[in-house]
């Protein structure tokens, strides 16, 4: 079967069923920034597709804070936060910027990490510019480096906004609201006309790659519509410690398309990692405490 999956319009949202109390909104960098929290536990950030929301991850957020702190916000200008439309050449910057400036706003010194498309782009950005603060990293549907035919198949897939279908108009007024939700998508569309948008051309993440210095599972799904295996197995081979996992049946977005899945390999990678982590600490107390055995395994 051919993915027909482009917007998350085509993904029948579940619901999930979880108390939510009313959420608190946070002055990043100037404006009004909307995120939710859950759990306990080691933090979790949750960082949204490109046309996404908070939204995006409602067959997540359930599962992940039975065991972690799960945080997950609308990027300025995104869902619930404020309403601004400033497309920049170093917007993927200043989106690493945000994060690390919303963390500080929350007190959050170390969290994992887990970005669909766009959003595990700066989760990996985060990563490369601050090793100490990010721990686990998951990126799902993420694109390695930009290239001519990336862009022409963007263009392709993507209808332009006065063609805009009925249900994707939806889901934009779901995520963003209806006035909103049609000004973001015709500057999305507009950028990547432009080679301003994601991934825009001299977009390359594998300069910083090397940096990243946390363990990072790299979800793909052998039906993605927009970014070929080949970028995921790129980002792969320039990551020092990294596991990719490749679903079957399963387009673009596999925490919508493939929740049961995604929710299982995210929890098991995070949960593997912090044990070998807690074994560490354990190790290296255990030789510290005895200076001849330090020295036969140093």
Same mark, same amino acid.
């Given at each position: 079967?051919?993915?027909?999956?482009?917007?998350? #319009?085509? !993904?029948?949202?579940?619901?999930?069923?979880?108390?939510?109390?009313?959420?608190?909104?946070?002055?990043?960098?100037?404006?009004?920034? +909307? +995120?939710?929290?859950?759990?306990?536990?080691?933090?979790?950030?949750?960082?949204?597709?490109?046309?996404?929301?908070?939204?995006?991850?409602?067959?997540?957020?359930?599962?992940?804070?039975?065991?972690?702190?799960?945080?997950? +916000?609308?990027?300025? #200008? *995104? #869902?619930?936060?404020?309403?601004?439309?400033?497309?920049?050449?170093?917007?993927?910057?200043?989106?690493?910027?945000?994060?690390?400036?919303?963390?500080?706003?929350?007190?959050?010194?170390?969290?994992?990490?887990?970005?669909?498309?766009?959003?595990?782009? !700066?989760?990996?950005?985060?990563?490369?510019?601050?090793? %100490?603060?990010?721990? /686990?990293?998951?990126?799902?549907?993420?694109?390695?480096?930009?290239?001519?035919?990336?862009?022409?198949?963007?263009?392709?897939?993507?209808?332009?906004?006065?063609?805009?279908?009925?249900?994707?108009?939806?889901?934009?007024?779901?995520?963003?609201?209806?006035?909103?939700?049609?000004?973001? *998508?015709?500057?999305?569309? %507009?950028? !990547?006309?432009?080679? /301003?948008?994601?991934?825009?051309?001299? +977009?390359?993440?594998?300069?910083?790659?090397?940096?990243?210095?946390?363990?990072?599972?790299? !979800?793909?799904?052998?039906?993605?519509?927009?970014?070929?295996?080949?970028? #995921?197995?790129?980002? *792969?081979?320039?990551?020092?410690?990294?596991?990719?996992?490749?679903?079957?049946?399963?387009?673009?977005?596999? /925490?919508?398309?493939?929740?049961?899945?995604? /929710?299982?390999?995210?929890?098991?990678?995070?949960?593997?990692?912090?044990?070998?982590?807690?074994?560490?600490? %354990?190790?290296? %107390?255990?030789?510290?405490?005895?200076?001849?055995?330090?020295?036969?395994?140093?």
């Amino acid at each position: 079967m051919r993915d027909r999956l482009i917007y998350p #319009g085509h !993904i029948e949202r579940k619901t999930v069923l979880w108390v939510e109390a009313p959420m608190p909104r946070v002055n990043v960098r100037g404006f009004d920034v +909307y +995120y939710e929290t859950y759990g306990r536990g080691e933090p979790l950030v949750l960082l949204h597709n490109g046309l996404g929301s908070t939204k995006s991850f409602s067959q997540q957020i359930g599962k992940f804070s039975k065991r972690l702190r799960v945080i997950s +916000y609308d990027r300025a #200008g *995104y #869902g619930r936060s404020a309403d601004v439309l400033t497309p920049k050449r170093d917007w993927l910057d200043e989106s690493v910027d945000e994060l690390e400036s919303f963390l500080d706003q929350l007190h959050v010194e170390k969290a994992h990490l887990c970005g669909i498309c766009v959003g595990g782009a !700066i989760g990996l950005l985060f990563a490369a510019r601050n090793p %100490q603060r990010a721990g /686990n990293i998951v990126v799902a549907g993420t694109c390695c480096y930009g290239e001519e035919e990336t862009t022409s198949r963007v263009l392709r897939l993507y209808p332009t906004p006065e063609n805009l279908p009925a249900e994707w108009l939806r889901e934009l007024a779901d995520h963003h609201g209806e006035t909103h939700g049609r000004d973001l *998508y015709r500057v999305f569309y %507009q950028a !990547i006309r432009e080679e /301003n948008g994601y991934p825009f051309k001299g +977009y390359d993440l594998r300069p910083s790659l090397p940096s990243v210095k946390s363990p990072v599972l790299i !979800i793909y799904g052998d039906r993605d519509s927009l970014f070929n295996l080949e970028q #995921g197995l790129t980002m *792969y081979r320039c990551l020092d410690k990294s596991e990719l996992c490749v679903i079957p049946d399963c387009g673009h977005l596999p /925490n919508e398309e493939r929740p049961q899945q995604f /929710n299982m390999e995210v929890l098991d990678f995070i949960r593997r990692h912090q044990d070998q982590q807690l074994g560490k600490t %354990q190790w290296s %107390q255990v030789r510290n405490n005895s200076g001849r055995w330090h020295e036969a395994n140093a």
